[in-house]
């Protein structure tokens, strides 16, 4: 049945990450959902394989190829759920006709909430955000951190929902997936683009560390990018060829494919990384990940313990120590794995995350109080400052 409502997103151009979501809202809207794109992929990610899927999106605009059109959609349509482009324009003429917006927003403050203090930063930040205080314009946080950012600024006071990227969600037979994952020894998986924050040096390290006290795995190391002068030299002095292999990007069905095979997921990005889609994919495919608390996405899809093992962001001794024992406990390993699958599977998923926000904008459309789900997509977003977060999420 298709649910009479109009709803565009927009956003700077859609990826793999989004198209599942998108394709659930075409699903239950129809000809009622567009998707705008107001500038091209970026050629790093084109080569990455990101734009593979773009062409069979039938409710996808480019509104540097139809701008009219697109106009008339981020102003007619009953809502908007608007994020991931920095231009205020697009969206500034909903905003001031009152109109119902959602935004999807990363963190305001990635570098460190101290920023908080620019005067023209602070001017911005009421211009684009807190002077809608009071208005119906609504936050879907993408990220653990974002709540406590926005809530800086006085922005979307008790408006603020728990929210994510949604790649592809698999469905696996768990007894199958995790035959395939029995080797003789545990196989670890690394991927990604070597930036700083994401902190691609902790795996030579790793390496290095496991070499010299002979335990016996193998790591796949999977990227490149502005870092890899750094990086490949790193290999070679510590000398790790015997248990590391590094490989190119390879493109996303081939990054699942590893994910499958992989014991342990090392997700070490650091607060740069708004959310990390890569955490939901690693769990979806029954990997113990060992996860940075400062990532976007840990706070939100992470439970020290139940699906993950959590380090303090820097902490290597701490890293290292959680990698040696999922290594050493193909229990712990198992039981991780199992339940990191079922948090993708029955609550962090794009059919989930979409059904629940057509719920909400059903009540926003009958100018009926908000509500919030109990937990998972369109839950309270808590608001826990940086500096507090690795103990809440350690109890």
Not at 193 to 209: N, S, T
Not at 225 to 240: A, F, N, Y
Not at 304 to 325: H, M, P, S, T, W
């Amino acid at each position: 049945m298709v649910i009479r409502m109009t709803i565009t997103t927009v956003s700077n151009y859609i990826n793999h990450h989004q198209i599942p979501m998108s394709n659930v809202f075409y699903e239950q809207l129809g000809e009622g959902y567009h998707f705008i794109q107001t500038e091209p992929m970026e050629e790093e990610r084109v080569k990455m394989g990101w734009g593979a899927e773009v062409d069979s999106c039938p409710y996808l605009l480019q509104f540097y190829e139809q701008e009219e059109l697109c106009r008339k959609l981020i102003m007619e349509s009953d809502i908007v759920i608007f994020g991931g482009v920095d231009d205020e324009s697009y969206i500034e003429p909903r905003l001031a006709a009152g109109k119902i917006v959602i935004r999807s927003s990363e963190r305001l403050y990635k570098d460190g909430q101290w920023k908080a203090i620019s005067p023209r930063g602070l001017k911005k930040k009421y211009h684009d955000h807190t002077r809608y205080r009071h208005a119906p314009v609504y936050l879907l946080c993408d990220g653990g951190y974002v709540a406590s950012d926005f809530h800086i600024v006085r922005a979307y006071p008790d408006k603020m929902f728990c929210w994510g990227y949604f790649p592809r969600v698999e469905k696996y037979d768990l007894n199958t997936l995790f035959v395939d994952k029995q080797h003789e020894i545990p196989e670890l998986l690394w991927t990604g683009r070597f930036v700083g924050f994401k902190h691609p040096e902790y795996i030579p390290r790793l390496a290095k560390r496991l070499k010299k006290e002979k335990i016996k795995v193998h790591i796949t190391f999977i990227g490149s990018g502005e870092l890899e002068p750094q990086i490949l030299p790193m290999l070679e002095e510590e000398d790790v060829s015997d248990i590391l292999t590094h490989l190119e990007f390879q493109p996303p069905s081939k990054i699942r494919n590893y994910m499958k095979q992989a014991n342990i997921y090392l997700f070490t990005s650091d607060y740069g990384e708004g959310w990390g889609a890569v955490a939901n994919e690693a769990m979806n495919s029954g990997c113990a990940m060992v996860a940075n608390q400062a990532a976007g996405s840990t706070p939100t899809l992470c439970r020290d313990e139940e699906n993950a093992l959590i380090y303090k962001n820097g902490n290597f001794e701490e890293f290292y120590q959680c990698v040696a024992r999922l290594i050493q406990d193909a229990d712990l390993r198992e039981r991780l794995g199992r339940n990191a699958y079922a948090a993708m599977t029955k609550t962090w998923n794009a059919e989930n995350a979409v059904m629940r926000l057509l719920k909400q904008c059903e009540r926003m459309l009958a100018g009926k109080e908000i509500t919030f789900e109990a937990e998972g997509p369109m839950s309270k977003a808590p608001i826990i400052a940086p500096g507090k977060m690795y103990k809440h999420l350690k109890k």
